[in-house]
């Protein structure tokens, strides 16, 4: 009765209303505009790609929302087709189409496709099933469609969700509403494996039923270390390689406000401070911006780096795909997106022995909240809570050093996820 109820009102109110809003940003939104161009010739691809399918072989169905849920997938998706599945990908976000472009990523070039979702109207969730007939459907963190929720269940189709995080004071759980309509999808779903164990208490709020819900941990922890591994470092001038380098990681322009004052003074009270500026979304006018403020200071785009000069200070990377190539270089870090919606990846500068800072909206990263409790990183409100940390810790070298040696500690003991999640997708697939 609950799912009928939710099923009529996602498809006569939400969906057609999410569609909507979605067409009117278009021509304002680049990312939107590109993902609705980028589906089209979508079912041709997936006919030709689907054509060449080994059908004595069954499919494992991974689904991610974005560039960040691609990185939990991967350490299943290598260990699964391992176990001799095939393995499709879809996405929500063209940030995930773009990650999966560079040249340097391999661990999905074996997948089958990798490609857009199709809306999640009735019809396109129908089709998709029709031709992919996966085994196995796994969600990756959060990013459920309900549509497609709904009809693979009736197909009697397994369903996994991995490395599921609910934030605190999450809509998924805090109303009756949100409570409701989670619980017609999570009834859905074969088994649902938590990152930490807050978040399997926040769900069970919603389905206290529901007999698999169990703590897994999160396989990003071993896609960043599978990929500090075998990365390819970036090559840095002498004058950065010589310096105490300080990375500003997938900075929103808040974290900007935040933060570039008080790196402009340590500037000039540290010589051998060096600055790499890394925006989230390198458009031009986030590049101008830095350059205007940094207008006194040698600063260098990453396109121009052949002409680096002994005196450079800063470099501002005006190109994706290398951040965490520039995280192993770091002594410090600073990761964007706790001024907006969330904070971004603090795994991957920890991992490399980074000391790192982020903004105030850090609930939606686990090991945030872990790091930021056991004391190894912190949490900055405004541009003097910024300072305060970075001069201490400036005038405090050993200190800052020891503790992005425990902060990689703390990231390599968080291994193991990916292995104990395998063996649950696994499960009953013939």
Request: proline fraction near 5%.
């Amino acid at each position: 009765m609950t799912q009928r109820f939710w099923f009529l009102i996602y498809n006569l109110i939400l969906l057609p209303l999410l569609l909507v809003i979605a067409k009117i940003l278009s021509p304002f939104k680049t990312k939107i505009r590109d993902s609705f161009e980028k589906r089209e010739g979508l079912w041709e691809r997936l006919e030709n790609n689907i054509s060449k399918r080994d059908w004595q072989k069954p499919l494992i169905w991974f689904h991610v929302a974005s560039a960040g849920e691609l990185l939990q997938a991967q350490p299943l998706i290598v260990r699964c087709l391992a176990e001799g599945t095939e393995c499709a990908l879809t996405y929500s976000s063209v940030n995930a189409f773009y990650w999966l472009q560079r040249p340097e990523q391999t661990e999905t070039q074996n997948l089958l496709l990798a490609e857009f979702l199709a809306l999640d109207k009735i019809r396109n969730v129908r089709l998709l099933l029709a031709l992919l007939q996966p085994s196995r459907i796994v969600w990756v963190s959060y990013d459920l469609w309900p549509n497609l929720v709904w009809e693979a269940h009736r197909q009697k189709i397994p369903q996994s969700l991995i490395s599921a995080i609910v934030h605190a004071g999450s809509l998924r759980t805090a109303n009756f509403a949100g409570r409701s309509f989670y619980n017609s999808l999570y009834c859905c779903l074969e088994q649902i494996l938590t990152v930490s164990e807050a978040d399997k208490t926040r769900i069970l709020t919603a389905i206290p039923e529901h007999p698999k819900v169990e703590v897994m941990g999160d396989t990003r922890c071993d896609s960043v270390l599978e990929r500090r591994d075998k990365l390819k470092l970036p090559k840095l001038p002498p004058a950065v390689e010589d310096g105490f380098i300080f990375v500003a990681g997938s900075t929103w322009p808040q974290d900007e406000t935040c933060i570039f004052s008080g790196l402009q003074e340590a500037l000039k009270e540290f010589p051998d401070l060096f600055l790499i500026l890394a925006p989230h979304e390198p458009t031009e006018e986030h590049l101008q911006n830095a350059e205007t403020f940094f207008a006194a200071e040698s600063l260098l785009r990453w396109s121009h780096l052949s002409s680096a000069t002994d005196d450079l200070r800063i470099l501002l990377i005006d190109s994706v795909g290398i951040l965490a190539g520039l995280y192993h270089s770091a002594k410090m870090a600073y990761v964007g997106g706790a001024f907006t919606t969330g904070v971004h990846n603090i795994l991957e500068p920890a991992a490399m022995g980074a000391t790192v800072a982020f903004g105030p909206k850090h609930s939606n990263s686990m090991e945030a909240l872990q790091m930021k409790e056991q004391k190894l990183a912190s949490s900055v409100l405004n541009s003097t809570d910024f300072k305060k940390w970075l001069f201490d810790l400036l005038n405090n070298r050993e200190k800052c050093i020891q503790l992005g040696q425990q902060s990689k500690v703390f990231v390599e003991a968080q291994a193991g996820a990916a292995e104990l999640c395998v063996p649950h997708l696994m499960a009953g697939l013939t």
